[in-house]
């Protein structure tokens, strides 16, 4: 039996990013399900609650004066398994027929099924564009999202021991998150051995890099990047420190993070313009500028030799192209 507060239930429950990446693996052959995993964990970090049919239950002298007792509804797959459905929304619910619900914490939910072997596992949203999740995949799940969860403690004593200067517990702290699967802590590792650890140890630094590159990070790429650029490994490879600007640039399109973008963004106008129209450049240059300028105005210290260096970039396409326009 579940137990849970009174409240009302909220059936603005907020998952529409993992409603259009099960969209997008009905309509895509090709595409994997496991984005629709990692926002499952996003959520689920965030206190991700679910709308839950259920059946309440008498009440009994376990449970508190403002608890209600209740056990969810189960779904009978053609084999015989038995799924607790759970809903992300109000209109997948009511395509089904009326019942008692709750809002619950996905996350309880994975603990109920993973503890009590009479349920085979879950599925989310049955009368739609369903999405199945058995009893080791939920044990999975689970299992991850406390991983993550413990990463992202050792990644904030690790930032807090960086800022401090600490930097043998930040070096400390950033490997157990990494350890963990932390990317960010991946990549601030490299930052560590490239500028904080005595002596420095750049071949350190760039295996952190590539590691986390390979994962999506924009900083590592564009400084792994970097490190190709000067040399720093060997000979000078300006032609794969481009290739890595440029895709650096790619991904940093996709969230647009002022810490991020706009060192992608330089890079590209000083180092990489090749494949952009001078259009184009021009617009990168405008928007690195107004990126740098208001991370500056939030109280990033350390960002006015960057935000000159965009400015210069700036001037020059400004110098050479703008007069042509008018």
């Given amino acids: 039996m579940f137990q849970a507060e009174l409240s009302p239930i909220a059936y603005d429950i907020g998952c529409k990013k993992v409603e259009d990446l099960i969209d997008l693996w009905y309509t895509d052959d090709n595409y994997d399900d496991w984005p629709i995993l990692l926002a499952l964990q996003d959520e689920i970090m965030e206190g991700l609650k679910v709308i839950l049919p259920v059946i309440f239950m008498e009440e009994n002298d376990n449970l508190g004066p403002n608890e209600v007792g209740f056990d969810p509804l189960h779904l009978t797959s053609k084999n015989g398994k038995k799924y607790i459905a759970v809903f992300t929304n109000a209109e997948e619910l009511q395509k089904g027929e009326e019942c008692s619900s709750v809002a619950y914490p996905l996350r309880d939910v994975l603990t109920f099924v993973i503890n009590y072997n009479k349920v085979d596992g879950i599925v989310i949203n049955p009368w739609g564009n369903?999405?199945?999740?058995?009893?080791?995949?939920?044990?999975?799940?689970y299992k991850n999202t406390r991983?993550?969860?413990?990463?992202?403690?050792?990644?904030?004593?690790?930032?807090?021991?960086?800022?401090?200067?600490?930097?043998?517990?930040?070096?400390?702290?950033?490997?157990?998150?990494?350890?963990?699967?932390?990317?960010?802590?991946?990549?601030?590792?490299?930052?560590?051995?490239?500028?904080?650890?005595?002596?420095?140890?750049?071949?350190?630094?760039?295996?952190?890099?590539?590691?986390?590159?390979?994962?999506?990070?924009?900083?590592?790429?564009?400084?792994?990047?970097?490190?190709?650029?000067?040399?720093?490994?060997?000979?000078?490879?300006?032609?794969?420190?481009?290739?890595?600007?440029?895709?650096?640039y790619n991904l940093s399109k996709e969230y647009m993070n002022y810490y991020e973008f706009p060192d992608a963004y330089l890079r590209i106008l000083k180092y990489a313009r090749e494949g952009f129209t001078d259009e184009e450049l021009l617009n990168m240059a405008y928007d690195c500028v107004d990126a740098l300028q208001t991370r500056i105005h939030d109280g990033d210290q350390l960002s006015d030799a960057v935000l000159k260096d965009a400015q210069e970039q700036l001037h020059e396409l400004q110098t050479r192209l703008e007069p042509m326009e008018s």
Avoid: I
């Fill in 147 to 248: 991983k993550r969860t413990e990463a992202d403690e050792y990644l904030q004593k690790g930032s807090d021991a960086y800022l401090a200067k600490d930097y043998p517990t930040a070096l400390e702290y950033y490997t157990k998150a990494a350890e963990l699967g932390s990317v960010e802590a991946l990549g601030n590792l490299g930052y560590c051995y490239y500028y904080r650890t005595n002596p420095v140890d750049k071949r350190k630094a760039a295996e952190c890099w590539q590691k986390a590159s390979e994962q999506g990070d924009v900083c590592s790429t564009y400084k792994l990047g970097d490190l190709y650029r000067r040399g720093e490994l060997g000979e000078p490879d300006l032609n794969h420190a481009k290739a890595l600007y440029h895709v650096a």
């Fill in 130 to 141: 369903l999405y199945m999740l058995d009893a080791p995949a939920c044990r999975n799940l």
